[in-house]
Structure formats: C-alpha cells, structure tokens
C-alpha cells in the first residue's frame, strides 16, 4: 500500500488549500453570525431606551399635572369646605362635584389637567402599548429569575395597566367635560395599578448590556 509520505506534493497542496479554505468560509460565518447578534443586541438596546424615554417623560408630565391637581383640589375646598367629604372619594369625585360651580381660575386648571391626560398621558400610553405589541424578547422570561425575570413581570403589568387605562379613559374622558384624570390605583381601584419603579429596572438591565 503506498504510504502518504509518497503522494504527489500537489496533492498535499491541495488538501491544505481545502482545508484554509474552509478555515476561511467557517470564519467569515462566525464572524457574521457574531456581528449579526451584535446588531440584533444594539436594536434591542435601542428600543429599551426608547421605552425608558417615554415612560420617564410620562412621569414628569404626571408630576406636572399633580401638582395642578393639588392646587385645584386646594382652591376648591377654600371656596366650598362642605365638599371636603366628598373629597375623601378622590379626586375625580371632588372635581365632578364642583364642576358646575368652579370659578375660572378652577376652570382653568381642571382644564390644564385634563389637557394633560388627553394630549400627553395618553398618546404616551399608546405609543408604550405599540411598543409592548412589538416585544417579543424582554416580557418573555416572566416566570424567571433575577433581573431579567423581575422586568419581564413589570411589563407584563404594565401591559395590563396600559389595556385598563384605555378602557376607562374611553367611557371616563371623551363625553365628560366634568372629568380630568384617568386613575386605576386611587380609592375607587378600577384596575391593575402601574407597576412602581419599572423605569429604575429597565436602566439598569440596559446598563447590563442585554
């Protein structure tokens, strides 16, 4: 049987051109394979921050408003103590009561917090529920462990949430001139409330680099 040592020298150069070839074609992959999942992890980075944006700027509208609120709330017990039982029933049961007889400067305001929920809260909500349709990564791992577990929860909830504000801000807000906010965790409890601390969790799960 002839020994390897014996073939022809081209051959050797042969397999050895096959063999770095194929070297070659199985690196290019690898390496493509690497770049796409790096793509595919600077989009989701992207779209993270993204919803991190709107749920902060959802916050500090709210804060805005609330301190609207608070000041509505304020004017209209000076001027009418006997409401402040009504009071107790929250906000929206206050501002419905007074509605009629709200001076203008209560006007004003109550027209400023409803401006608020129509124009601001609620076009943030949307785009948040969009982006949640979208999602098929982050609120995947709802049932797991750690970090990733703990925002895929809260955004499930936030999901719920989101559903259940709409719901409401369609029998509560559009037909009633007398309503102004939008509340699912107040003493009424019309729903799942929103889940507290989320926009912590998601910037620090982007700070891990998904």
């Known amino acids: 049987m002839e020994s390897i040592l014996s073939l022809p020298e081209w051959f050797g150069a042969a397999i050895l051109g096959a063999v770095i070839a194929a070297l070659g074609y199985v690196g290019k992959i690898v390496y493509e394979w690497i770049d796409e999942i790096q793509d ?9 921050a993204g919803l ?9 509208t709210y804060r805005v408003q609330s301190y609207n609120r608070d000041r509505l709330k304020e004017l209209i017990l000076q001027r009418d103590p006997k409401l402040e039982d009504v009071a107790q029933s929250g906000f929206e049961s206050l501002f419905s009561a007074a509605y009629g007889d709200m001076s203008n400067e209560e006007k004003e305001l109550h027209t400023i917090v409803r401006s608020y929920t129509i124009n ?3 076009p943030l909500n949307l785009a948040a529920v969009e982006w949640l349709k979208n999602d098929n990564y982050f609120k995947i791992p709802r049932k797991g462990h750690g970090l ?39 003493e009424k409890k019309h729903g799942i409330p929103f889940p507290a601390g989320i ?5 620090q799960l982007l700070e891990t680099g998904i």
Do not use: C, F, T
């Open 40 to 48: 595919r992890k600077a989009q989701r980075r992207a779209r993270l």
């Open 52 to 60: 991190i944006s709107m749920l902060r700027a959802e916050h500090a």
């Open 120 to 122: 601001s809260i609620r």
């Open 148 to 186: 990733r577990g703990e925002v895929g929860r809260m955004l499930a909830q936030l999901d719920a949430h989101l559903l259940m504000w709409e719901a409401k801000y369609q029998i509560w807000i559009p037909d009633r001139q007398d309503h102004s906010l939008v509340y699912l965790d107040d």
């Open 199 to 203: 926009e912590n969790k998601l910037e």
